[in-house]
């Protein structure tokens, strides 16, 4: 148990538009999602914490108007990167907590992001 | 600021041989630490993880070892496979307890030669 998937995996797109990345826990309910950003050859870094049913708790340096966080569901969150340019491009990752009492973060795949 | 670091960005071993990944964090508040491999393109996988109140914690061909004193974490991986190359991240609990958002470590990427 405790898969974690994310679509699309790949997605290329033109500057200027935006993105919508969607992470689900698909055999048990996350009441936690995290959204990670990681960079060639660096580490994850983390972006959002995205609570359902309540706004997303963005890090600093993090523009929340540009990467929208919407927990709607205790399956789903989706990262929308807004008016997107070239230096948005990433691999964005998302984690979701079974049980904030245990800690394990289950990593989804990934989301390979290119602005053109 | 506080952080968690590796001390070895690379890390080439023979099949067969004893893999030690070692690092170095910094946030004495930290209470929970877990190793991360990473396969090219794909996401995070969970491999073992430890609190501060363990030193030592066994899985299957892996232990992890905290050395609370000076800060230091270590993950030992048994009789390296192939399978094993992988970038291995270690990460830290920020708030020292509950669910919140994980810091990472730069990343070994052990390499293994056959």
């Known amino acids: 148990g405790a898969v974690v998937s994310q679509h699309p995996s790949r997605v290329i797109c033109k500057s200027g538009t935006s993105v919508k990345i969607e992470c689900r826990s698909l055999?048990?309910?996350?009441?936690?999602m995290f959204w990670y950003r990681q960079f060639p050859k660096q580490s994850l870094m983390l972006m959002a914490t995205?609570?359902?049913?309540?706004?997303?708790?963005?890090e600093q340096g993090v523009e929340k108007d540009k990467f929208l966080i919407n927990h709607a569901s205790l399956t789903l969150s989706t990262l929308t990167v807004t008016s997107a340019h070239p230096e948005d491009s990433s691999f964005y990752i998302c984690s979701a907590v079974r049980d904030r009492s245990t800690d394990t973060q289950y990593f989804g795949p990934g989301t390979r992001l290119t602005v053109l | 600021g506080e952080s968690v670091g590796l001390h070895l960005p690379t890390l080439s071993v023979q099949e067969g041989d004893n893999s030690i990944i070692n690092c170095a964090y910094s946030?004495?508040?930290?209470?929970?630490f877990i190793w991360y491999k990473q396969e090219s393109g794909k996401g995070p996988q969970f491999i073992i993880d430890i609190r501060s109140n363990m030193d030592k914690r066994q899985g299957q061909r892996v232990t992890v070892l905290l050395n609370k004193t000076v800060k230091h974490l270590s993950l030992q991986i048994a009789a390296t496979q192939p399978g094993d190359s992988a970038v291995y991240f270690c990460a830290e609990n920020r708030a020292g307890g509950g669910a919140d958002g994980l810091t990472f470590g730069k990343g070994t990427h052990l390499i293994i030669q056959p």
């Open positions: 946030n004495s508040a930290s209470d929970y």
């Open positions: 995205s609570n359902e049913g309540s706004k997303a708790t963005y």
């Open positions: 055999d048990f309910q996350a009441t936690t």
